[in-house]
T-cell receptor, first 114, second 114 residues
Framework: AQTVTQSQPEMSVQEAETVTLSCTYD???????LFWYKQPPSRQMILVIR????KQQNATENRFSVNFQKAAKSFSLKISDSQLGDAAMYFC???????????WGAGTKLIIKP | DAGVIQSPRHEVTEMGQEVTLRCKPI?????LFWYRQTMMRGLELLIY????????DSGMPEDRFSAKMPNASFSTLKIQPSEPRDSAVYFC????????????FGPGTRLTVT
């Protein structure tokens, strides 16, 4: 079965510091994509960053970057210079070429301390 | 480019009433998804359309739930009759097949059934 695991139900970080959210996945597929979505209190699900499994280079979007370890099936999200607006639930998800579904992790609640 | 549009944003209704949720996907996207999110069950996929055709409705909880997609720019999710346990946030998402399989979400409809 294809699964996505987020082992940290909640994380907190001081404003302006760096935090890393963990995600592991399990799949036998060779072609897949990994995503981090953010869900702030407004409830809107926002795509933060995407990583193609065939790319070795880690994706980066401004203050957000990933550490993609394909052999370990690990896909962590690093948020640098944390801002109050980063407070949200963060969901890790995986999609496959062979399947239309997104497989979701349970989410990590990120708290930013001013 | 306008994002996914959902209406209404909030709906409060009494048990037994019919509820219709609406979604306009992003122009050019050919896949549409309806999700339900609750604290207890997280994010659940209800139904998936591809090119306006329902492909997988195995997530639709009961016969009280139905979904249609009469054209590429409009979909509805109907609950008839509604029950208090249907209270949740309902999301519509769309994607363009082959475009990394990433899904773009609407703002959601918060449904409260009293």
């Amino acid at each position: 079965a294809q699964t996505v695991t987020q082992s940290q139900p909640e994380m907190s970080v001081q404003e302006a510091e760096t935090v890393t959210l963990s995600c592991t996945y399990d799949t036998s597929e060779s072609d897949y994509y990994l995503f981090w979505y953010k869900q702030p209190p407004s409830r809107q699900m926002i795509l933060v960053i995407r990583q193609e499994a065939y790319k070795q280079q880690n994706a980066t979007e401004n203050r957000f970057s990933v550490n993609f370890q394909k052999a370990a099936k690990s896909f962590s999200l690093k948020i640098s210079d944390s801002q109050l607006g980063d407070a949200a639930m963060y969901f890790c998800a995986c999609a496959y070429d062979s399947n239309y579904q997104l497989i979701w992790g349970a989410g990590t609640k990120l708290i930013i301390k001013p | 480019d306008a994002g996914v549009i959902q209406s209404p944003r909030h709906e409060v209704t009494e048990m037994g009433q019919e509820v219709t949720l609406r979604c306009k996907p992003i122009s050019g996207h050919n896949s549409l998804f309806w999700y339900r999110q609750t604290m207890m069950r997280g994010l659940e996929l209800l139904i998936y359309f591809n090119n306006n055709v329902p492909i997988d409705d195995s997530g639709m909880p009961e016969d009280r739930f139905s979904a249609k997609m009469p054209n590429a720019s409009f979909s509805t999710l109907k609950i008839q009759p509604s029950e208090p346990r249907d209270s949740a946030v309902y999301f519509c998402a769309s994607r363009r097949t082959g475009q990394y399989n990433e899904q773009y979400f609407g703002p959601g409809t918060r449904l409260t059934v009293t």
